[in-house]
């Protein structure tokens, strides 16, 4: 059979190239696999590393990587084995594949996203090729069925997971607290104020972060570089959380040392751990950025070990996330939409045609989160987003 091909957007290592390319269609091999059509494709910051050729690594034997981590796509074929899911089914697959290698457990156990080995891949970033392609083949079992109604919001599922997983964590890691009672994050003790949690950047991550957790009942704020007000400002207030930046530090003040959970969106190492300051006894850090290597920083090394130890604090780092938590993300994912439908849909700057990939990947697109289209030919901006 002649094969045909598809258009993609991959990057050359080698020649620090990013290309819409053709490239030949993939075909179902394996009785368990499906074939989506892709609809949406969102861009985040490992995008643009990779395109930047900090990070990224393409498959064996090809001089390119398809790019694209966070989807959503349909699905037009499925394999003869497979049952979860059916044709015309919305789906966002997950993005890491496990190491090979017998011995590591998570991976066994198909938590890949806490591999011990470091031979996983992961589509559009490490050693497979990713979803900013027409179509996509690959294992049923890492599709996840999202409901119609969320189809113009389904894209934000992907970094949506990142908050679940670092929720699902620190709920665990709450109760290590005898007394401690998810039902009660609202109010600590009878009378007392909600728990309370930072969030450090105001970007997708960190958005969705911030939904997740006032949805949860911290009573959340939410830290970004400029001064309010401003329109991320306004978001931030639209969801009852509480926007503080740099410059208002007046706004951060009470903030030191009366923080139970802070959660790191931005990548910036400098600011993360200057922002240890506001953790409380009890508490618990998350980091979920990646910062680049090499920009050796002063910090008080000492105060944040005294503190973690007088202060019995949980200083965690979080990556990629399992099918639980693509689940939860997309149970989280139609609360949102439920209860703040205009902010949750601001999170999307605009869906924009392939033909845009260089403007999305090399430029400084603004906005939160821009989305290529399979289907759309003309740019289309959500009048409704943060510009
Ligand atoms: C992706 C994760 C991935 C991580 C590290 C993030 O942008 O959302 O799935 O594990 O990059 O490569």
Known sequence: MASSTMKAVAVFPKTRELKLIEHEEPRITRPTEVKLRMLDVGVCGTDKEICAFEYGVPPDGSEYLIIGHEALGEVIEVGPAVTTVAVGDLVVPMVRRPCPHEECRPCRYGRQDFCRTGDFSERGIKGQHGFMAELVVDDAVYMNVVPPELRDVAVLVEPSTIAAKALFQTLKILQRLPWFDSSQLREREPGGRAYRALVLGAGAVGFLGALALQTIGFET?????????????????????????EQTTQDFAHLLGDVDFVYEAVGAAHLAFRAMQVLGPNSIFVFTGVPALGAGQEVDIDAIMRNAVLKNQVILGTVNAGKADFQSAIAALGKFVQRWPETTRALITGRYPLDAYRDMLLGRPGGIKNV?????????DNPKSLK
């Open 372 to 380: 290529l289209s399979f289907e759309t030919s003309i740019r289309t």
């Open 221 to 245: 704020y939410v830290y970004d570089r400029k001064p309010a007000p401003n329109p991320k400002a306004d978001l931030v207030q639209a969801i009852g959380a509480h926007y503080v930046s």
